[in-house]
């Protein structure tokens, strides 16, 4: 089955440590991004990558690393730096060309301890 | 700045009616339009897009665009309980050759049986 994958489903952060968020996707899409989603909000874009071993800020990426190795992966790290990072993270990947839909991952849910 | 704005609602209908969606949108150069589909606690899924004015059909749904207003819409026919969600308004632009999207902070949708 072709799709997007995100891991873990949950993860609980204590004060001051970095975690590492998952998503891999089959669909052969060379666009991959993040977002984070609030209570209540919309979706915020946090980094994106076009093409293997480059990629882009968004609007909200302070506090926030990620890579891109390879075409089916783009780990998102939150860091220390991020002082409010609870929130539901959500992965995403498109063409980057004709429709270029955007389409999601489950999404991992982040909770400070 | 790219805005896009929804309203919040709760917007409540009846099981069988029509429920309109509006959507407002500020960057006139923007070309492509996407309705997702949130349940709650999971990640958004593509209903429709739209890139050329006038109304687009997908079996209940139809989206609606005028961009002369900047502004998109999405009727769903025969609402169901299933239909119960929050719907998101999504606008692609374009910053030098990588596209990205904006999106509103959704409708949450109620229909009663």
């Known amino acids: 089955d072709g799709g997007i994958t995100q891991s873990p489903k949950y993860l609980f952060r204590k004060e001051g440590q970095n975690v590492t968020l998952s998503c891999e996707q089959n669909?052969?899409?060379?666009?991959m991004y993040w977002y984070r989603q609030d209570p209540g909000q919309g979706l915020r874009l946090i980094y994106y990558?076009?093409?293997?071993?480059?990629?882009q800020k968004g609007d909200i990426a302070e506090g926030y690393s990620v890579s891109r190795e390879k075409k089916e992966s783009f780990p998102l790290t939150v860091t220390s730096a991020q002082k409010n990072p609870t929130a539901f993270y959500l992965c995403?990947?498109?063409?980057?060309?004709?429709?270029?839909?955007?389409?999601f991952g489950p999404g991992t849910r982040l909770t400070v301890l | 700045q790219k805005e896009v704005e929804q309203n919040s609602g709760p917007l409540s209908v009846p099981e069988g009616a029509i429920a309109s969606l509006n959507c407002t949108y500020s960057?006139?150069?923007?070309?492509?339009f996407f309705w997702y589909r949130q349940y709650s606690g999971k990640s958004p899924e593509l209903i429709m897009f739209?890139?050329?004015?006038g109304d687009k059909e997908d079996g209940r749904f139809t989206a609606q665009l005028n961009k002369a207003s900047q502004y998109v819409s999405l009727l769903i026919r025969d609402s169901q309980p299933s239909d119960s969600a929050t719907y998101l308004c999504?606008?692609?632009?374009?910053?030098?050759?990588?596209?990205?999207?904006?999106f509103g902070s959704g409708t949450q949708l109620t229909v009663l049986p």
């Open positions: 999504a606008v692609n632009w374009s910053s030098g050759s990588a596209r990205q999207l904006t």
């Open positions: 739209i890139y050329s004015n």
């Open positions: 960057d006139r150069g923007s070309q492509s």
């Open positions: 669909l052969n899409h060379d666009a």
């Open positions: 995403a990947s498109s063409t980057i060309a004709g429709a270029d839909t955007q389409y």
């Open positions: 990558s076009q093409i293997v071993n480059d990629f």
